[in-house]
């Protein structure tokens, strides 16, 4: 379905878009949702360059018409969700309505540009809100090098599990929780135990990490008791943003036999502002994870040619730090790992079948997250745990500081983008948050 949205060659009249390295050219086009004024409802915006623009606003002046214009009006009470239910028809027609009203060299793009003082928002000057109304949140565990390199600290004689090559492992996370980029992330309290300790203690997690995730939102979704098919799993999801599922290492090692990840996680989840749609993303869309030779092949439920020829998609990742000591210094930020989405060894789809192969009903807006990113090279593993090897192995920032788990002031900056010949480059923007100290619980105030 690539289409003259994607040709590289379009240009915009808003002239930021146009600059090389931009992660919104008019060729992505990602929804988010904005605000001016903390008193303020949210309404639903577009990227385009370093602005926003306002889709309320290009409704009222007349620059979306037909179905594009039916499109946007869905978005009219400040939510994406109610565009999600709608599915890729819709979406995709307001896709080609925001092309026409934001190219240079269309009569709509001109009349678009002078209304652009009303239309248009510099994007430094909204607050980015939580994308859409999430009501139901999981988290999987799809990358095998991250289930590998945790298997083996967790498990040294049985690194991977024999369900892992079968089943597309998750949890139920907690969408309560999940925060804006930007937000700050209070280290969390919790019990832990190590290993030396007879007995558990309760305080301030002093394993705080972070995890690299790509997170799909729910398109139109499936009813309670029907499976979604993988032939249709594409046409269920909307699009993607970036993901972080922050954790207490040593909470999650004390709590998580035998029902899994539960207080170590759902403390906080970051999302990037921007859902990046999956038109946007046609160009990249790349062939499913090369099994190695003997591992078995997906179950038929999860097994489709069009999911193997291009369930993946070729998003590079990487994540930054900038502590506290950096940022008085004005040192930027330095980069930990990157890593590209190519290597999960589930697709998206597989897990939007999976989840719903048993009857389990996803609602427009809700959000699946990948699991963290990691590949086998040692920079490009997606949390600290990893690259630090559960703490032994510290990594030396440039302020001669190190790091075995993260620091009060340490800001996680994530980045994603594509890039391919031919095509225009898109980003994701980025899905930032700081580490701030703990706050004393009651029975711990003196
Ligand atoms: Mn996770």
Redesign the pocket.
């Known amino acids: 379905m690539i289409d003259e949205t994607h040709h590289p060659d379009l240009r915009s009249w808003v002239d930021s878009a146009n600059e090389p390295g931009t992660d919104f050219p008019i060729q992505n086009l990602p929804l988010g949702t904005v605000r001016r004024d903390p008193s303020e409802a949210g309404t639903v915006a577009v990227a385009i360059g370093n602005d926003v623009m306002l889709l309320d606003v290009a409704v009222r002046l007349g620059l979306l018409s037909g179905p594009a214009r039916e499109a946007a009006a869905a978005c009219a009470d400040g939510f994406i969700n109610p565009l999600m239910a709608l599915g890729p028809g819709p979406r995709r027609a307001l896709r080609a309505g925001l092309v026409n009203a934001l190219r240079a060299d269309s009569d709509t793009g001109r009349r678009a540009r002078s209304h652009a003082s009303e239309l248009l928002v510099t994007a430094s000057d909204v607050e980015m809100l939580v994308p859409a109304a999430i009501g139901d949140y999981s988290?999987f565990?799809a990358s095998i090098e991250h289930a590998k390199n945790l298997g083996s600290m967790f498990r040294p004689d049985n690194p991977l599990l024999p369900n892992y090559k079968y089943v597309p492992i998750g949890y139920h996370g907690r969408a309560s929780s999940i925060v804006a980029s930007g937000t700050g992330i209070v280290r969390p309290s919790g019990q832990t135990k190590a290993e030396t300790d007879a007995a558990p203690s309760f305080g301030p997690t002093k394993r705080l990490d972070y995890?690299l995730?790509v997170g799909v939102f729910v398109g139109p979704g499936n009813s309670l008791s029907e499976p979604i098919p993988i032939a249709q799993a594409e046409e269920r999801m909307f699009g993607l943003c970036l993901v972080n599922?922050w954790?207490a290492r040593d909470v999650q090692g004390w709590e998580y036999q035998p029902l899994g990840p539960f207080l170590a996680?759902n403390f906080a989840t970051s999302v990037s502002p921007w859902v990046v749609t999956m038109d946007a993303l046609e160009p990249f869309r790349a062939p499913a994870f090369r099994r190695a030779d003997g591992d078995p092949a997906p179950l038929p439920y999860l097994s489709s040619p069009a999911n193997e020829t291009a369930g993946g998609v070729d998003i590079q990742l990487e994540v930054w730090l900038r502590s506290a000591k950096m940022r008085a210094a004005k040192t930027p930020a330095y980069r930990l790992s990157h890593v590209r989405f190519t290597q999960m060894y589930w697709t998206l789809a597989q897990l939007v079948t999976h989840h719903a192969s048993n009857g389990c009903n996803l609602n427009p807006g809700d959000l699946l997250?990948s699991?963290?990113v990691s590949g086998a090279a040692k920079d490009s593993r997606g949390c600290m745990q990893e690259l630090t090897w559960r703490g032994t192995e510290p990594i030396t920032l440039p302020s001669g500081e190190q790091r075995r788990f993260l620091e009060d002031g340490d800001e996680v900056i994530m980045r994603g983008f594509c890039e391919r010949d031919g095509c225009a480059r898109i980003g994701f923007g980025e899905c930032r948050g700081t580490v701030l100290p703990a706050i004393a619980s009651a029975g711990h105030i003196t």
Request: aromatic share 10%; glycine share 10%.
């Open positions: 988290d565990y995890e995730e599922d954790s996680k997250a699991g963290t």
